[in-house]
């Protein structure tokens, strides 16, 4: 995803010290008492300007939800949607690279990860930056309650093969793989603004469900 710089987010961000979390490595293993509840966490990877990880905070106010995006430029429009939303209590963003996640989760402290249209790094020697590489399979289930899952989704059919057959080699046990989601027009389906992109196109978009633990 491209953002024109704006020069403006750094302050603008600032001044939502209640969605925007500063230094979210001191909540490690704390992240029930900041939304003071022990509801269950799901986290988004790649959270984009913030479409999915709103709607999914508006409509499930009994899941707390974490949208993580490395670009201020970018994660300065889902802090806008939020702030549009009216600041679901259920939600808090970071502007932190995933390669991080094991600083700031505790071992078992997130429910679900979220990765939604991930950028596909088709050249190979990009490989590691892809968000199903095993370098991340491993993160995600440092960070997982043991029947924790992993939901992705994308138009990408080279990303998905590859995430297919990774997620496999790595042992994790897949569900409902679908190879067009909007076939059945799932009422629970809430689009990001990739998803609302190519699926207007005509373009399918592929999903699947995966755990590490049988
Ligand atoms: N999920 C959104 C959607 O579907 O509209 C955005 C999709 S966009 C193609 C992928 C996003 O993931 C970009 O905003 C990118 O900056 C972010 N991203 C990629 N790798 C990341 C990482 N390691 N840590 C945090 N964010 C990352």
New binding site residues.
């Given amino acids: 995803?491209r953002a024109r710089h704006k020069p403006w987010a750094e302050s603008f961000i600032n001044e939502y010290p209640d969605v925007v979390i500063q230094e979210p490595e001191q909540l490690k293993g704390c992240w029930a008492e900041e939304f003071s509840n022990s509801h269950p966490i799901h986290i988004?990877?790649?959270?984009?300007?913030g479409?999915?990880i709103t709607g999914m905070a508006e409509a499930n106010p009994d899941i707390n939800y974490i949208g993580?995006?490395?670009?201020r430029d970018?994660i300065v429009t889902a802090v806008q949607r939020a702030d549009e939303a009216g600041k679901p209590a259920n939600l808090r963003l970071l502007n932190?690279?995933?390669?991080r996640l094991e600083d700031i989760f505790a071992p078992g402290e997130v429910g679900r990860v979220y990765l939604?249209?991930?950028?596909p790094w088709p050249k190979a020697r990009h490989a590691k930056?892809r968000?199903t590489h095993d370098n991340f399979l491993t993160r995600y289930e440092r960070i997982l309650l043991p029947e924790g899952e992993v939901h992705f989704k994308t138009d990408n059919r080279g990303l998905f093969e590859y995430s297919l057959m990774n997620m496999t080699d790595y042992g994790m046990r897949l569900a409902d793989v679908s190879l067009d989601l909007h076939a059945d027009k799932p009422e629970w389906n809430i689009m990001?603004?990739?998803?609302e992109k190519f699926s207007s196109k005509g373009q399918p978009i592929y999903r699947l469900e995966a755990a590490f633990r049988n």
């Fill in positions: 995803m988004e990877v790649g959270t984009g300007k479409r999915f993580i995006e490395m670009f970018i932190v690279n995933a390669e939604n249209f991930s950028d930056r968000l990001t603004e990739y998803e």
